[in-house]
């Protein structure tokens, strides 16, 4: 999973791996120095992408409501990428170096962040190319299309949050880290909160994440394995972060 880290222009990068295997439903992958990487398998099907108009706290370009079929099984990170996993593979920082004294989240745990898409997109093919080298030619690793990153938050639920509709808020201290609860102020090592049905962790709060889409508006009819528009103003980033109130 590819991830954004704040509204200031701090990008993220916890990045979401699509793989095509058969039957396993986990795989580990070995990065760099053994470093190993879970994934998830996600099962192929449908579901309603978006939200409604009477939902709570939505933006406006958050429906129409459509059917979306997912007509694969796929494989997601079970966590965000960390800066562990990043730096065995890019071996360095992309941009900033972050610092615990400065009030960074600095440690093998903590998710990757101040990346770019275009710095996640690098990062998918080293790790690729580290894949073929070694022999991991079952798997290929690519950023999420938006309506796979959905699929994959909602497992089989129907309700705002994938924890439920949470009208007041009183329950998604357990599913996330966020502005209500995020103190010292900065993100979390991965994996600290309950994970969803699927068993994926952070997919709302601590980091948001990168999708391979162009941003656009949705369709209002139903649709099968969608990749977004073909240009838009920006790449689509979904689920939150540590600084959402």
């Not at 980091?207 to 099968?224: L, Q």
Request: glycine fraction near 12%; hydrophobic fraction near 30%; aromatic fraction near 16%.
């Amino acid at each position: 999973r590819v991830q954004y880290l704040d509204g200031a222009g701090n990008y993220s990068a916890v990045f979401s791996d699509y793989i095509r295997l058969e039957n396993p439903d986990t795989v580990t992958i070995l990065l760099p120095g053994n470093v190993p990487m879970e994934l998830v398998q996600i099962p192929a099907g449908s579901f309603q992408m978006g939200s409604p108009d009477t939902e709570r706290s939505r933006y406006g370009d958050e429906g129409p409501v459509h059917i979306v079929t997912i007509g694969y099984d796929f494989y997601m990170g079970k966590y965000e990428v960390t800066q562990k996993q990043w730096l065995s593979v890019m071996k360095a920082w992309p941009g900033p170096v972050p610092s615990a004294a400065n009030g960074d989240g600095v440690g093998d745990t903590y998710p990757m962040y101040y990346v770019t898409w275009s710095d996640a997109r690098s990062f998918v093919v080293s790790l690729n190319a580290h894949l073929q080298s070694t022999g991991q030619t079952a798997v290929t690793v690519q950023l999420p299309s938006e309506a796979q990153w959905e699929y994959a938050y909602r497992a089989g639920t129907k309700e705002r949050f994938y924890w439920g509709y949470d009208r007041h808020f009183t329950e998604i201290t357990e599913y996330a880290w966020y502005g209500g609860n995020d103190y010292p102020y900065r993100c979390k090592p991965v994996g600290g909160k309950t994970p969803n049905p699927f068993g994926l962790y952070d997919m709302s709060g601590n980091v948001a994440e990168w999708c391979e889409d162009w941003y656009g508006p949705y369709p209002d009819v139903p649709v099968i394995d969608p990749v977004g528009p073909e240009s838009g103003p920006g790449r689509v980033f979904r689920g939150g972060h540590w600084r959402t109130g």
